[in-house]
């Protein structure tokens, strides 16, 4: 069994970096780095997907984890990652937790990861997903991330899982000078286009489409903090 679960998340690492290689014209980036490729390795996808999902938890494609949500296919979530260039003292704000893969894989390279989700529900189980994993840098609230976390801003780098009709402006607002915001937005045609802002040394705002996406749509509501380590 540890050996076939091991073929199955090399393969898996395998397809990444070969997406990763022939989506390089359009991302400008040919490889993960050697620390995104140990995270993915690290991170057990298996326990962020419902049961009766977990067979498939080690196949590159996006699967379905409830309440009109899903997981993303991890080729996608490691090139988010990537565009973030993340450091080990980086701050990260994520909006939209879903199971909590993602900042699972945020908090293996990062010092602090803040997390927003619209459903109380699945804010909840992230954070007892990630408790129960060992993450202790992640912190998890239930609310409407539009607004962003502005009492723990500014962020090193801003991730938004959900595709928005365009750029919350609270988001580019707690973006620190040299930082990172990837976000899915609507593009004209089906499915949004992923979008890197670079916020210079000096403020000034750069932005660049990466590439084609398909996500869920960037919702808002409202609620507390689920964080079961204050």
């Known amino acids: 069994m540890v050996s076939s679960r091991k073929q199955r998340i090399d393969t898996l690492v ?17 490889a ?6 140990e995270a993915l390795r690290r991170v057990p996808r298996d326990a962020f997907v419902p049961d009766d999902s977990a067979r498939f938890a080690w196949e590159n494609r996006a699967l379905s984890i409830g309440h009109g949500q899903t997981i993303s296919q991890p080729f996608v979530v490691a ?19 879903g199971s909590g893969y ?5 908090a293996e390279l990062a010092q602090e990861v803040f997390s927003i989700e619209v459903v109380p529900e699945l804010a909840r189980s992230a954070a007892e ?10 912190r998890v609230r239930a609310g409407d991330g539009r607004r962003g976390w502005p009492e723990a801003a500014p962020f090193d780098a801003v991730i938004v899982t959900a595709g928005a009709e365009s750029i919350p402006p609270a988001l580019v607002e707690q973006l620190k000078p040299g930082g990172h915001l990837v976000i899915p937005v609507d593009s004209h045609w089906l499915g949004q286009d992923l979008v890197l802002v670079t916020r210079g040394a000096d403020g000034t705002l750069h932005r660049r489409a990466v590439l084609s996406v398909i996500f869920v749509p960037l919702v808002g ?6 964080d079961p380590w204050s």
């Open 14 to 30: 395998a397809e990444v970096e070969r997406e990763f290689q022939e989506t390089s014209g359009s991302t400008g980036i040919s």
């Open 32 to 37: 993960p780095d050697a620390r995104l490729v």
């Open 79 to 97: 090139l988010m990652t990537q565009l973030l260039e993340l450091t080990p003292e980086s701050r990260v704000l994520e909006i939209g937790t």
């Open 102 to 106: 993602q900042a699972a894989l945020l």
């Open 129 to 138: 997903n990630l408790q129960r994993q060992g993450y202790r840098n992640v």
């Open 221 to 226: 509501g409202e609620g507390g903090t689920v």
